[in-house]
């Protein structure tokens, strides 16, 4: 792919990401409004569809507050950086044969750790730049559940590189041809390794039950209790892109990629493979990780860090464990 048409790529893929990032917000406040018996937005378009557009049109008015003891610098461009690093995960993510990634990297999978893991960075300095102590523990508060739950999910991560064979994203997808969908091949451990990396990624983006690091009942708003305006925006903003990322991650490594079911019941003709097969389970994906958060109550901070060390690290270990002796003694790789 020449450089032109990469970079088209990823202008393209990143405005659409940006896009349902921003309309996931209305689609978790209907969706929340459901659970709770009430309508959610309704006024702003029909069934409240332009809601968000409404909120950037305020939010953009409103004044960016700076504290006066704050980091002006790290202040203002920490959530620009955080949502810079979440849409550089977009560029080794596979769409479709047809369309293809921004940056088709043999270490696919390895860029999405690395940068992932740093993705932390920018929540830590967003928190200390504040110059406000909510905002400090919330930063600390993040920055151990990230270094905390990378373990697990780098291990469970491992188990589609292992039965594939490579870090690649596109080989991933194509070691699951043929309806062998490492969420339920082999049996047993190919689900288990989804729970565990689906799990962990929520961790990762701050989301319920992992929230901790915004645990409104304990710091107010935890790392964004200084961000107003659009500064806070692009920080929510990032925190929904990285959770759209681990949708689409997960579709990836676990789900067949742009395969469709047809294998499944030879009808490949009929369920043919293609864009909308990836693109309808990274939605499912993106809508289950709404459904945890309003179902389930968020952890201490304490228990969060226990679950981690104590079941999950170990669980992932065996797992790894029990899926390389599967690859060695079945399938005779």
């Not at 620009?80 to 990297?105: H, M, N, Q």
């Not at 151990?144 to 590189?161: C, F, H, R, T």
């Not at 190919?190 to 983006?205: D, I, P, R």
């Not at 999950?312 to 060695?328: D, G, H, K, Y």
Request: glycine share 10%; with cysteine; aromatic share 12%.
């Amino acid at each position: 792919m020449s450089f032109a048409l990469s970079l088209l790529t990823g202008v393209v893929l990143g405005s659409l990401a940006m896009f349902v990032a921003a309309w996931s917000i209305w689609w978790e406040r209907k969706f929340a409004a459901r659970l709770q018996s009430r309508p959610g937005p309704t006024e702003v378009g029909p069934i409240g569809l332009l809601q968000p557009l409404a909120d950037g049109l305020k939010l953009m008015q409103k004044e960016i507050i700076i504290p006066r003891a704050a980091d002006k610098l790290l202040f203002v461009i920490s959530p620009a950086v955080a949502a810079a690093g979440t849409l550089a995960l977009f560029a080794v993510i596979p769409w479709s044969e047809t369309v293809g990634v921004a940056g088709d990297l043999n270490i696919g999978l390895l860029w999405i750790f690395a940068v992932g893991a740093l993705l932390v960075l920018p929540q830590w300095v967003a928190g200390w730049a504040s110059n406000n102590k909510y905002a400090l523990l919330g930063a600390m508060r993040s920055a151990a559940q990230s270094v905390s739950y990378e373990v697990p999910l780098l291990l469970s991560g491992m188990v589609p590189i292992l039965l594939a064979g490579s870090f690649q994203m596109d080989e991933i997808v194509a070691a699951q041809q043929g309806g062998r969908w490492f969420a339920f091949w082999p049996p047993g451990p190919g689900a288990l390794a989804f729970g565990l990396f689906y799990l962990c990624s929520l961790a990762e983006a701050n989301r319920i039950p992992f929230d901790i690091p915004e645990a409104e009942s304990e710091l107010i708003g935890g790392v964004t209790t200084e961000h107003t305006g659009m500064i806070g925006v692009v920080l929510q903003l990032a925190e929904y892109l990285h959770t759209l990322v681990t949708a689409a991650v997960c579709a990836t490594l676990f789900f067949g990629g742009w395969e469709g079911p047809g294998a499944w019941f030879g009808m490949e003709g009929f369920l043919a493979e293609g864009l909308h097969w990836m693109v309808l389970k990274t939605l499912v994906l993106f809508a289950l990780v709404f459904w945890i958060r309003w179902s389930w109550m968020r952890y201490r901070s304490d228990q969060l860090l226990k679950i981690c060390w104590h079941y999950l690290i170990p669980a992932s270990l065996a797992l790894l464990a029990v899926t390389a002796i599967w690859v060695r003694l079945v399938e005779g790789a």
